[in-house]
């Protein structure tokens, strides 16, 4: 692996490589490579926030930090939705986070208490369509961060500059990351063993591959798997695991059961017809 490949790893996938290299030289250049991204990121930070301070003001310092932020989550993110959708809700969470403060400040305190929860609401319902990136938690804390240095009149004006110009360098950057990408893809598991180990998740999320679900209970875009992988145990793996002589024999057997299932198999919920037929039904009658 060259130097660069190894700066564009993720910190889990950087550990996870110091951890299973077992030649010393080559796990202290890991080491070092590690800590040099890490050190790498620790000027560029500095240097947005000092940038910023200078253009805008040592008061809107803050706006540094909040598109710091943002920049170190969206160069990697992917919200799972249309790119140019994804362009429309960083325009919603900037939009919420340059009026939302200073509105909540200009209120008594009870006005305030529910403008701030209808804000904090909304970026994490447009920041979180990946549940893995934690997108939200990073947006709410830059909302909370300008809503504690609040300015007015013309430092509000430079904060509103200063964000703008943020909002447009982090979709550039989305842009630009996610332009070519063709479809999502989506990882569906059936059981909590995928999400929480962290060098697979690193493997998923480097190939831009999706996890369906990111911690015990919270699997709501995965219930559809979850009923289908259920049945598939019941009727094909449960009691029959002898029968199958390899692991070649079983995915056949698995290929075999998703045709039928979709072809043959009646439920009662699609009108006792099997999944296909039901889905040319429905077809027609729209």
């Not at 910023?52 to 930090?65: C, I, Q, R, W």
């Not at 990351?177 to 598991?189: C, E």
Request: charged share 20%.
């Amino acid at each position: 692996m060259t130097f660069y490949q190894e700066l564009q790893l993720s910190s889990t996938g950087s550990k996870q490589l110091i951890k299973n290299t077992t030649d010393k030289k080559e796990k202290r250049r890991h080491i070092l490579i590690y800590n040099f991204k890490v050190y790498l990121v620790m000027v560029f930070c500095v240097a947005v926030v000092t940038l910023y301070s200078k253009l805008t003001g040592s008061e809107n310092s803050v706006v540094g930090v909040t598109v710091l932020l943002a920049v170190l989550v969206l160069r990697q993110a992917d919200f799972g939705i249309k790119t140019t959708h994804g362009l429309l809700s960083i325009a919603g969470i900037f939009g919420i986070l340059i009026a939302g403060p200073r509105l909540s400040n200009m209120l008594s305190p009870i006005p305030a208490f529910f403008v701030n929860v209808f804000c904090i609401m909304l970026l994490m319902i447009l920041g979180c369509h990946n549940v893995i990136m934690y997108n939200h938690s990073t947006f709410v804390l830059g909302y909370l961060l300008l809503l504690g240095y609040d300015v007015t009149g013309a430092e509000y004006i430079k904060r509103v500059e200063g964000l703008a110009v943020g909002m447009v360098l982090c979709m550039f950057i989305f842009y630009k990351n996610q332009k070519n990408r063709p479809y999502r893809r989506t990882f569906h598991s059936d059981r909590g063993w995928a999400y929480q180990m962290g060098a697979y998740s690193s493997v998923l999320k480097e190939n831009k591959i999706f996890q369906s679900m990111s911690r015990k209970g919270n699997c709501y875009d995965n219930s559809v798997m979850e009923t289908f992988f259920g049945r598939l145990k019941t009727e094909i793996y449960y009691g029959f695991e002898t029968e199958y002589s390899s692991f070649n024999a079983f995915a056949v057997a698995i290929e075999e059961y998703i045709k039928y299932y979709n072809n043959r198999r009646i439920q009662k919920k699609t009108k006792w017809m099997p999944p296909v037929k039901y889905r040319e039904a429905s077809m027609c009658l729209g």
